[in-house]
């Protein structure tokens, strides 16, 4: 069950860390697969039309693309790997064992991108045109590959399909949020390497306004695909299953309003795209396409965002928890306890205290900790404050019908009554406020 230590990082949580290296590293990498087409696509564009203004432009962009995309997205996407294999180990091997095949071209193809990325950089104007063009098309054909792999893996943690009876890894792969997420991505991608394009334009010292303008009308073409963005989502809405469908329609508020905004702020800005700068040739400043690319960062990441939300309670839909439980170990926990099955927790709190285990504290740890950090990100004991004891102990055993994106509690009734007392006492312990709501409840909290 929890054969591995848990970590616990104080006031974020390990999901917190892992999700601010994933964001640097969704934002880097989408950048970095379409900065390959805009590379490739611009070279043929600015070659066939003798455009020196493009060609000198794509050279510096390719430079930014080395720089930025390859260090810091090798850095993050390293730094993924450290942090979920401790935050998340046992749903990380799970997908390491389930995947092992598609990993491993995952990795032929990052080792493609970088290599073809590279030779790109090194080689303008020691190839021919024609070399040059094939490596640019290389490097995007493999940048975008491991997007593919990458998304397979990802969209099967929130919809495993028939996998889930069948086991079969194409089942896995094939699954139902794949394709949707492909596109939603590579959408994502393109407007993310238009706009980081915009930007460098303006920061660029040897282009004067008429080339600047030529780059950002150029760059713009790869921003109007955002107006796919909402058929796209529709799409992606409706292969989700049920309990992830209403969060996101009212279920979890946050999920909803981070849904909405991901949508309306893209298509805007891809509204903005065609109609103003495509179709009007409008020239934007340096502040005004830092401000639409941030826009487009914060929907691309609030995109991600309700990915990762609506997955709850589980890391992989129907089998595995948030917690590191799988579904059908409920049972046997229940009636062995969490603690028999949690060697490493013990020998830790154990070592700690001197004396027996604190079986409340190792609950918490174990069950509650992936979402809820004591003294920090979504703190349990506001949200508890205005219960009475009875309720506390009533709701525990139903943590999963109050806000069905949480994990059951088990463990056994001694157990459980553990975590209630450590909660009651941690609430008792905290805060004016606390005395106050105490306060308020004693005629209720007799016990
Ligand atoms: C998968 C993530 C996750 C796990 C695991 C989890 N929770 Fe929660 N829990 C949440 C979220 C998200 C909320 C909503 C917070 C809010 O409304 O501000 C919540 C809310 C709560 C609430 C308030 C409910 C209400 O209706 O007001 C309690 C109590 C609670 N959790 C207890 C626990 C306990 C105890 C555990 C461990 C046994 C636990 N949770 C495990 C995510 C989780």
């Given at each position: 069950?929890?054969?591995?230590?848990?970590?616990?990082?104080?006031?974020?949580?390990?999901?917190?860390?892992?999700?601010?290296?994933?964001?640097?590293?969704?934002l880097v990498a989408h950048f970095s697969v379409g900065a390959g087409f805009l590379l490739a696509i611009g070279e043929?564009?600015?070659?066939?039309?003798?455009?020196?203004?493009?060609?000198?432009?794509?050279?510096?962009?390719?430079?930014?693309?080395?720089?930025?995309?390859?260090?810091?997205?090798?850095?993050?996407?390293?730094?993924?790997?450290?942090?979920?294999?401790?935050?998340?180990?046992?749903?990380?091997?799970?997908?390491?064992?389930?995947?092992?095949?598609?990993?491993?071209?995952?990795?032929?193809?990052?080792?493609?991108?970088?290599?073809?990325?590279?030779?790109?950089?090194?080689?303008?104007?020691?190839?021919?045109?024609?070399?040059?063009?094939?490596?640019?098309?290389?490097?995007?054909?493999?940048?975008?590959?491991?997007?593919?792999?990458?998304?397979?893996?990802?969209?099967?943690?929130?919809?495993?399909?028939?996998?889930?009876?069948?086991?079969?890894?194409?089942?896995?792969?094939?699954?139902?949020?794949?394709?949707?997420?492909?596109?939603?991505?590579?959408?994502?991608?393109?407007?993310?390497?238009?706009?980081?394009?915009?930007?460098?334009?303006?920061l660029s010292r040897s282009l004067d306004r008429e080339g600047k303008t030529r780059v950002i009308n150029f760059s713009?073409?790869?921003?109007?695909?955002?107006?796919?963005?909402?058929?796209?989502?529709?799409?992606?809405?409706?292969?989700?299953?049920?309990?992830?469908?209403?969060?996101?329609?009212?279920?979890?508020?946050?999920?909803?309003?981070?849904?909405?905004?991901?949508?309306?702020?893209?298509?805007?800005?891809?509204?903005?795209?065609?109609?103003?700068?495509?179709?009007?040739?409008?020239?934007?400043?340096?502040?005004?396409?830092?401000?639409?690319?941030?826009?487009?960062?914060?929907?691309?990441?609030?995109?991600?965002?309700?990915?990762?939300?609506?997955?709850?309670?589980?890391?992989?839909y129907d089998h595995l928890y948030s917690n590191g439980l799988v579904k059908s170990e409920i049972e046997k926990v229940?009636?062995?306890?969490?603690?028999?099955?949690?060697?490493?927790?013990?020998?830790?709190?154990?070592?700690?205290?001197?004396?027996?285990?604190?079986?409340?504290?190792?609950?918490?740890?174990?069950?509650?900790?992936?979402?809820?950090?004591?003294?920090?990100?979504?703190?349990?004991?506001?949200?508890?404050?205005?219960?009475?004891?009875?309720?506390?102990?009533?709701?525990?055993?139903?943590?999963?019908?109050?806000?069905?994106?949480?994990?059951?509690?088990?463990?056994?009734?001694?157990?459980?009554?553990?975590?209630?007392?450590?909660?009651?006492?941690?609430?008792?312990?905290?805060?004016?406020?606390?005395?106050?709501?105490?306060?308020?409840?004693?005629?209720?909290?007799?016990?």
């Amino acid at each position: 069950m929890w054969e591995y230590p848990d970590w616990n990082v104080p006031r974020l949580g390990g999901g917190m860390v892992i999700a601010a290296i994933a964001t640097i590293h969704v934002l880097v990498a989408h950048f970095s697969v379409g900065a390959g087409f805009l590379l490739a696509i611009g070279e043929g564009r600015a070659r066939k039309t003798q455009d020196a203004v493009l060609l000198d432009f794509l050279r510096l962009f390719s430079k930014v693309l080395l720089l930025a995309g390859f260090v810091f997205g090798a850095i993050t996407g390293v730094g993924i790997w450290f942090s979920i294999s401790i935050a998340s180990t046992r749903a990380t091997s799970m997908l390491i064992h389930t995947f092992v095949w598609f990993w491993a071209m995952e990795w032929v193809f990052f080792l493609v991108e970088i290599v073809a990325g590279y030779a790109y950089y090194t080689t303008w104007d020691k190839v021919p045109g024609t070399v040059h063009r094939a490596l640019g098309w290389t490097y995007a054909a493999a940048a975008w590959m491991s997007l593919f792999l990458i998304s397979g893996i990802l969209s099967f943690m929130l919809t495993p399909g028939e996998w889930t009876e069948t086991r079969d890894v194409w089942d896995a792969f094939l699954n139902p949020t794949f394709p949707p997420t492909v596109a939603l991505r590579t959408v994502s991608c393109l407007a993310i390497a238009g706009l980081v394009a915009m930007l460098v334009a303006n920061l660029s010292r040897s282009l004067d306004r008429e080339g600047k303008t030529r780059v950002i009308n150029f760059s713009a073409w790869f921003l109007s695909p955002l107006v796919l963005m909402l058929p796209f989502a529709a799409w992606y809405f409706a292969e989700l299953p049920q309990l992830a469908k209403d969060l996101i329609t009212g279920g979890a508020v946050a999920m909803m309003m981070f849904f909405l905004f991901g949508i309306v702020a893209s298509t805007l800005v891809g509204l903005y795209a065609y109609f103003g700068l495509i179709r009007a040739r409008r020239y934007i400043n340096l502040e005004t396409s830092l401000l639409l690319l941030s826009i487009a960062m914060i929907a691309t990441v609030s995109m991600e965002f309700v990915r990762e939300g609506v997955r709850k309670p589980y890391l992989i839909y129907d089998h595995l928890y948030s917690n590191g439980l799988v579904k059908s170990e409920i049972e046997k926990v229940n009636r062995e306890g969490v603690l028999p099955n949690a060697p490493w927790a013990t020998l830790a709190t154990r070592a700690e205290a001197g004396g027996g285990p604190r079986t409340g504290e190792i609950l918490f740890n174990l069950q509650c900790s992936q979402c809820h950090v004591l003294g920090g990100f979504n703190d349990l004991v506001p949200l508890i404050r205005p219960w009475s004891r009875e309720l506390l102990v009533y709701n525990l055993d139903r943590i999963h019908e109050l806000k069905p994106f949480m994990p059951p509690l088990v463990g056994t009734p001694e157990e459980r009554r553990a975590l209630a007392d450590t909660l009651w006492e941690l609430k008792e312990g905290s805060g004016d406020r606390g005395e106050e709501a105490a306060g308020n409840d004693q005629p209720g909290s007799g016990s």
